[in-house]
């Protein structure tokens, strides 16, 4: 079965940077879209950064210019490098997947269906 495990979460301050993984399992990880979202206390979660199976990427406009979406098929693994961390990333980190997502659906958190537990990231200023 699918499973996603994110780590590399902590807490920085802000201006530093965090590289969050993404172990992919139970699925061709070559043939699937991947994506990062985040959820704040009280707020939507939203998504943050996607990347299609041709290797295309799409960002949020929260982040772009300072996250980077990659990722290693041969190791299976998602990445999100995080610079310019600022108060208002704090949130959990989750990755998603599915096939062929569309592509206006991929910011979005019905475009998945799959899901990671999450991994926590707090920026203090």
């Known amino acids: 079965q699918v499973q996603l495990v994110e780590s590399g979460g902590g807490s920085v301050q802000s201006g530093g940077s965090l590289r969050l993984s993404c172990a992919a399992s139970?699925?061709?990880?070559?043939?699937?879209?991947m994506s990062w979202f985040r959820q704040a206390p009280g707020k939507e979660r939203e998504g943050v950064a996607a990347?299609?199976?041709?290797?295309?990427?799409r960002y949020a406009d929260s982040v772009k210019g300072r996250f980077t979406i990659s990722q290693d098929n041969a190791k299976n693994t998602l990445y999100l490098q995080m610079n310019s961390l600022k108060p208002d990333d704090t949130a959990m980190y989750y990755c998603?997947?599915?096939?062929?997502?569309?592509?206006?659906?991929?910011?979005?958190?019905?475009?998945?269906?799959?899901w990671g537990q999450g991994t926590q990231v707090t920026v203090s200023s």
């Open positions: 990347i299609a199976t041709d290797g295309s990427t």
């Open positions: 998603a997947t599915d096939r062929a997502v569309s592509p206006w659906n991929r910011l979005r958190y019905s475009g998945y269906y799959y």
């Open positions: 139970g699925f061709t990880f070559s043939s699937y879209d």
